[in-house]
């Protein structure tokens, strides 16, 4: 099995810093992407930041120049620094990897059980 163990999170006020880390465990063959999504309440799943197996990064327009993702290919982790969070950055945030297992064919979507982010003063 793929395990994705998340730590980070938390309550902070706006304009604070929080750093979500992100750590992949289990019979992983291979790395497509690596990065956050985040959930907030009524709103669909979107991307935060992912960082793809080319070396880019990709950003959510709303964060640029805010959050900053940094993968660690070694110790297959990934983890997002948040400076200058806003209220609307309140979400639960998912670690995400899609790659190449040995328990499934082909690439596939993995996800952590989620943290809770909250920007409020």
């Known amino acids: 099995q793929v395990q994705l163990v998340e730590s980070g999170g938390g309550s902070v006020q706006p304009g604070g810093s929080l750093r979500l880390s992100c750590s992949a465990s289990g019979s992983i063959l291979s790395i497509n992407a690596m990065g956050w999504y985040r959930q907030a309440p009524g709103k669909e799943r979107e991307l935060v930041a992912s960082a793809f197996s080319g070396g880019t990064i990709n950003y959510a327009d709303s964060v640029k120049g805010r959050f900053t993702l940094s993968r660690d290919y070694a110790k297959n982790t990934v983890t997002l620094q948040m400076n200058s969070l806003r209220p609307e950055d309140t979400a639960v945030y998912y670690c995400?990897?899609?790659?190449?297992?040995?328990?499934?064919?082909?690439?596939?979507?993995?996800w952590g059980q989620g943290t809770q982010v909250t920007v409020s003063s």
């Open positions: 995400n990897l899609n790659g190449r297992t040995r328990y499934r064919y082909g690439s596939g979507d993995y």
